[in-house]
Every structure is written in C-alpha cells, then in structure tokens.
C-alpha cells in the first residue's frame, strides 16, 4: 500500500479514537468519570505516549539513517561508474565495446531498482545479462604493458564494488515496517486520543485541536513510510546523476 494511503487510513482510525472518547465519555456513567478515575486512566496514558513518542523517534531515526545510506550507496556506484569508464577510456580502443556495453547496462538497472509497484518489489532477483557481461569481459581483458596492467587491476577492483552495491541496493529495495509493528503503534494512538476526548468537553476549539494533533502525528508515520522507501514516493532519490553518469562515446 502508498505510504499516502496507509498514512490517511491511520489519520482516520485516530479520529475514530477521538469519536470514541466522545461516545464513551456520554455513555459511561458519571461515577467512571471520577477525578480518580481520571488521574489513574492519564498516569496510564501518560507512559503510552512516552513509549509511543520514543518508538515514533527512533523509527524516524532509522528511517533518515535508512534513506541517508542508500543515498549514498547510489552516489558511489554513480562515481564508481564514472571512474571505471574513465580507466576504461585510457586503457585503450581494446576497451571500447565494454563501454558501450556500460552505458546499455545502466538502464535495465534503474528501471530495476526503482520500482514503483509492489510487484516489483517482490519479484525475484533477476541478474542483468549486460551488466555480468561487463563484469566478465573486465576481467578477462589482457593488458600488453604496465600501464593496462595496472588500469585493468583498478577496473576490476572497481566492477567488483559496483556488483556488490548493486546487488546491496536490490536486496535493501524491498524493506518495510513490520506491520505487526505498525499496528501497536497505530493502536496507541488510538488509545490516547479516546482518552483525549473521554475527559474533555469537546467544542470546537478542541476539537480542531485533537484533529491537528491526529494529522501531526499520521504525518509523522507517513514520513518514516516515505524515508523507508527510498526509490519510489514524492521523497525517492533522484536517478537523473546515475543515468547521465556516462555520455555517448565518439564514433
């Protein structure tokens, strides 16, 4: 499901939280609405929200941390890429057809990785032909002197680290929440905002209070959703740099 549409569906189950503190503050009777009764349900409520305040930061933390390293891992293959095409382009004519092979590997890959359905994030690994024969010819090129003989050591040191990145990056792709995990989370804020209502008289200064408070707090999941999707979303990482990583090759 969209981070959007998940993140609106918990907006509305936390609404209907506050509707139910409005319906059970009218049906309960007076003596549960005692001043003791109300000290024990918010010292109870109290630890909820800081539990739930804590697990919300550190999903938050995690998510960023999350999304900051993929990030990263795709600005390395981007300037790996760059640079093998550099040794590539000085090791000699020798090296031409993996170039081109290269700049033809590069778009089955982000098409690959950045999915924007579920059943791509749930296929199997599939191993991009043009790319493992990049991989192959890189190290089976013969160099003729020293200078190729250490251009051609970098480039294959430089291709292993590009197929371990990619191979990172597609088996990273597909993480998510645990849903068991959300909806304990989602069941809290649930709890705390009946209890909200259940000791409250609702006018409509609360109550537009409490509805803030509610999207404040979906808009909170939803951006731990987005971070922790990273290659689809209004927050995915730009594939522009890795596409235009290489030029044509002169003829």
Not at 91 to 117: C, K, L, N, T
């Amino acid at each position: 499901m969209k981070p959007l549409a998940l993140a609106l569906i918990i907006f509305a189950l936390v609404l209907g939280g506050i509707f139910l503190g409005m319906l059970l503050r009218k049906a309960l009777p007076q003596k549960h609405l005692s001043k003791d009764a109300q000290d024990v349900v918010r010292l109870g409520i109290g630890l909820i929200a800081t539990i739930a305040g804590l697990v919300l930061g550190l999903l938050i933390a995690a998510a960023k941390n999350s999304f900051d390293t993929k990030s990263g891992q795709v600005t390395q293959i981007t300037a790996d890429i760059i640079l093998l095409d550099a040794l590539l382009a000085q090791y000699g004519p020798e090296a031409q057809p993996i170039r081109r092979q290269m700049r033809s590997a590069i778009g089955p890959f982000v098409e690959r990785i950045w999915h924007d359905d579920e059943a791509s994030k749930a296929a199997p690994f599939a191993a991009n032909s043009t790319a493992e024969q990049v991989y192959l010819e890189i190290q089976a090129m013969s160099p003729s002197d020293n200078l190729q003989r250490a251009l051609e050591a970098r480039a294959a040191q430089i291709s292993t680290d590009v197929t371990q990145l990619r191979l990172l990056l597609f088996v990273e792709a597909g993480n998510s929440i645990p849903a068991p995990f959300l909806g304990v989370l989602v069941f809290w804020l649930i709890i705390i905002f009946a209890s909200f209502s259940l000791f409250s008289d609702m006018n409509a200064t609360v109550f537009i209070a409490l509805c803030t408070f509610a999207f404040s707090a979906s808009a909170a999941i939803y951006l731990i959703l987005e971070l922790n999707d990273p290659f689809a979303g209004l927050m995915s990482i730009s594939n522009r740099p890795l596409l235009n990583a290489l030029g044509p090759l002169n003829p």
